[in-house]
């Protein structure tokens, strides 16, 4: 051993192992602190400017971005804004009373939701192309929940109250996280929770609007595909053949726009315009068809006026305030994970970066304000931020340019969509959401990973068979299951050498790769916590049996276990134990290990553990080769002691 000290030596003449002392507790506090809340160092920018004038002012920009392309707005951006402002305006309008009604609250108030959040999102929002309004999913989330608590029918101003209250929580959550810089939780939503959710929800939606198809008056509070087709055909005494017609009409029609836009992309203000156009033709033939006496319900009564403020509608009741709290922390979530992904896609289009915390913290804020001034949950739906983006949105002044228009249809026209049939609504909902049934999505993740496949199928009939909450939680507790399993079961591989080469990978992988005499290389790619470190004791040990097992007739005469570090992150005191645990079972077998290029986090714990006092400081490696030759230097030697033993003996 001692000349195996010497040839470590002189191979790391040059590049010696480093044994620093451990850091101090402040420190590594600091530093892990900083990595798991600030991973893009957002404010690195600031410690280049000498003066502070300058770093207040780009503080300015980063906390409100407006602040940093107003001074630069001109004229022919301009241009491009105001025609994009109007496009999702004549969307804004029929979304905004469709949604409204699937939330079950005043058609009025989704118009107000398209006035004050668009204001606020252009302040302090990150992304140019995404158009702020209400959404389906949320919409229909936020009646099903209050409506366990609170019928909108027989007490509406209480359940208009407890909807403010839930856009209140989940604008306070969103912030919550924004400022705290907690996007990771959002991550928690995978795109395979995301997809099966949607497509689930997306098919409730659609096959509740056939009670406005139909023209029932009788309807299920509940959410399950059961409840909603017993409803519908319980009831078919109350179905009216006129307003299935006249649903069908426009159904097909909103539909075909869809096609066009698909087929020629250049045509996207085809589909922009349709549900704008079938609000206008149903208001004109309900007007002069009478639609009310042959079984065609309208809209009612649209005040004129802009946002009342709300606050004393806020209710946070003990006997309600269940309800709103699990609406406003589910649907905060769900606003975030489909606004914040909408905006880095049409980012990554155009080479560009959004911040997903600030995108939190001003969800957020257009939520309190929002809920402040009657309007309830918004976010950045993917139909009108992607109409947005094709339009040619280049600034967030788009958001003002639609605000200023709902403002225009609050203050003067909002009285003449009084007449809109609600079977136009119903036809305007059931075409927006039918592009959420990714089924394409679906079968490129059983194609891919089957894992991913389970997870958003079991959101998609959690939703449809159980609740919107609890297919939503099935499909996380799944996630999290399978994130749990793969911390306690990490991967691991045996390297062998690969010919004519300095390369040493997965033997499984690379079936060409040799082992080496005398060693056993394993390759660790997981932090070593308390809930997986019996289990790559046991695996290691198990690598080292399977090696010397005299059956295989590739049988290895191990002296040296290697094990390569570079992928260990991190390590616990009971990760360190359990290195104890291994040394001493292969002191018994006459066996040595050997670490290979420990992490800095991890090399402290072992020098305060004492681990590598109990191997000694040349048992540690740089490299794969640097500890391969050492070992075979030192085997080498070995057989010439051994060799000259027997000779004198």
Request: charged share 15%.
């Amino acid at each position: 051993m001692e000349k195996f000290g010497e040839k470590m030596t002189g191979l790391n003449e040059d590049h010696k192992v480093s044994f620093k002392p451990q850091r101090s507790f402040a420190t590594i506090f600091k530093s892990g602190i900083k990595e798991a809340l600030f991973p893009d160092d957002p404010f690195s920018f600031l410690k280049k400017e000498p003066s502070s004038l300058r770093r207040a002012k780009l503080a300015m920009n980063y906390f409100v971005p407006a602040s940093e392309w107003l001074p630069k707005y001109n004229l022919q951006l301009f241009k491009y804004d105001v025609l994009a402002g109007i496009t999702i305006a004549s969307l804004a309008i029929p979304q905004g009373i469709s949604y409204a009604k699937l939330a079950n609250i005043p058609p009025i108030i989704g118009l107000y939701s398209s006035f004050v959040p668009p204001l606020i999102y252009a302040v302090f929002g990150s992304s140019k192309y995404v158009a702020i309004g209400t959404l389906a999913a949320s919409s229909l989330l936020i009646s099903s929940t209050l409506e366990e608590k609170v019928s909108p029918t027989e007490n509406p101003d209480l359940y208009l109250g407890l909807v403010f209250t839930a856009t209140l929580i989940s604008g306070l959550l969103q912030l919550a996280l924004g400022l705290l810089r907690l996007g990771i939780l959002v991550d928690f939503l995978s795109h395979a929770t995301i997809t099966g959710f949607m497509g689930g929800t997306a098919t409730l939606i659609c096959l509740q609007q056939l009670k406005g198809i139909f023209g029932l008056k009788h309807f299920t509070t509940h959410t399950s595909i059961v409840d909603v087709l017993q409803a519908i055909f319980s009831h078919t005494n109350e179905w009216r053949w006129q307003s299935a017609v006249v649903g069908v009409i426009f159904l097909v029609f909103l539909l075909f726009t869809r096609y066009v836009k698909e087929k020629r992309p250049n045509l996207f203000w085809v589909s922009a315009i349709a549900p704008m156009l079938c609000v206008i033709i149903g208001c004109i033939f309900a007007y002069f068809a009478h639609a009310e006496k042959h079984g065609i319900e309208i809209v009612g009564e649209l005040k004129r006026g802009l946002n009342p403020l709300s606050f004393k509608d806020i209710n946070f009741d003990p006997k309600y305030i269940s309800a709103p709290i699990r609406a406003g922390i589910i649907t905060a979530f769900i606003a975030l994970a489909e606004g914040i992904a909408i905006g880095r896609s049409f980012a990554i289009m155009n080479n560009e970066q959004t911040d997903g915390n600030k995108e939190m913290v001003a969800f957020g804020l257009m939520n309190i304000v929002g809920s402040f001034t009657s309007c309830y949950l918004t976010s950045g739906p993917f139909s009108k931020s992607a109409v947005n983006y094709n339009a040619g949105a280049k600034t967030a002044m788009t958001n003002v340019v639609m605000a200023f228009c709902m403002l225009l249809v609050l203050l003067f026209l909002a009285p003449l969509f009084k007449y809109t049939p609600l079977v136009t609504l119903s036809a305007i909902i059931i075409s927006a959401v039918v592009g959420l049934i990714d089924y394409q999505k679906a079968y490129h993740l059983f194609k891919i990973d089957k894992f991913d496949f389970l997870i958003c199928m079991a959101a998609f009939l959690g939703v449809i068979f159980i609740s919107m909450e609890m297919g939503i939680m099935i499909s996380v507790g799944i996630s999290l299951m399978r994130a749990l399993l793969y911390i306690a079961r990490p991967a691991s591989c045996k390297l062998g050498y690969i010919p004519d080469s300095m390369l040493y990978r997965d033997v499984e992988q690379y079936p060409g790769a040799t082992g080496i005499p005398g060693m056993l290389l394993l390759q660790l790619g997981s932090p070593i916590y308390f809930a997986n470190c019996s289990y790559l004791r046991d695996r290691i040990l198990r690598y080292i049996r399977d090696e010397q097992d005299i059956s295989n007739p590739q049988a290895n005469d191990i002296v040296y276990v290697l094990l390569d570090l570079g992928g260990v992150t991190s390590i616990d005191t009971t990760g360190v134990e359990v290195l104890f645990e291994i040394q001493k079972n292969m002191d018994a077998k006459k066996m040595k290990m050997i670490l290979i290029n420990p992490r800095l986090a991890v090399m402290e714990k072992l020098i305060t553990g004492r681990f590598i006092d109990k191997i000694g400081k040349k048992s540690v490696f740089l490299s794969v080769e640097d500890a391969i030759e050492a070992c075979k230097f030192s085997l080498e030697t070995l057989k010439v002691t051994n060799g000259e033993n027997v000779v004198n003996t």
